[in-house]
């Protein structure tokens, strides 16, 4: 059964820091790529950032580079989050992503989401 288990989430004040976990089983993770995504309320889940299998990282948004980095353990099949510098825009439930793309299928697994809330 596939799992993966978003944790760290919670209140943080502006500036702080925290570090999400995405824990996961049932499925070959080191040769899926990983990618974390939030939806605040009223709008659309984005994706952030995510990791190739390789360890190459990609940030797609502009608002959290320098600030948001992803990272991988193979040994303990889990991805994490570190968020930086937290602002009150960064509120949202942030999702985990795994991804395995064959000529085939594409194999695409969701967390079930932590919230993170900035505010003083």
């Known amino acids: 059964q596939v799992q993966l288990v978003e944790s760290g989430g919670g209140l943080v004040q502006p500036g702080g820091s925290l570090r999400l976990s995405c824990t996961t089983s049932?499925?070959?993770?080191?040769?899926?790529?990983m990618s974390w995504h939030r939806q605040a309320p009223g709008k659309e889940r984005e994706l952030l950032v995510a990791?190739?299998?390789?360890?190459?990282?990609?940030n797609y948004v502009d608002s959290i580079k320098g600030r948001f980095t992803i990272s991988r353990d193979n040994a303990k099949n889990t991805a994490y989050l570190q968020m930086n510098s937290l602002k009150p825009e960064d509120t949202a439930v942030y999702y985990c992503?795994?991804?395995?793309?064959?000529?085939?299928?594409?194999?695409?697994?969701w967390g079930q989401g932590t919230q993170v809330t900035v505010s003083s």
């Open positions: 992503n795994a991804r395995f793309v064959t000529s085939i299928k594409d194999y695409d697994y």
């Open positions: 990791i190739t299998s390789a360890g190459r990282s990609t």
């Open positions: 049932g499925f070959a993770f080191s040769r899926y790529a």
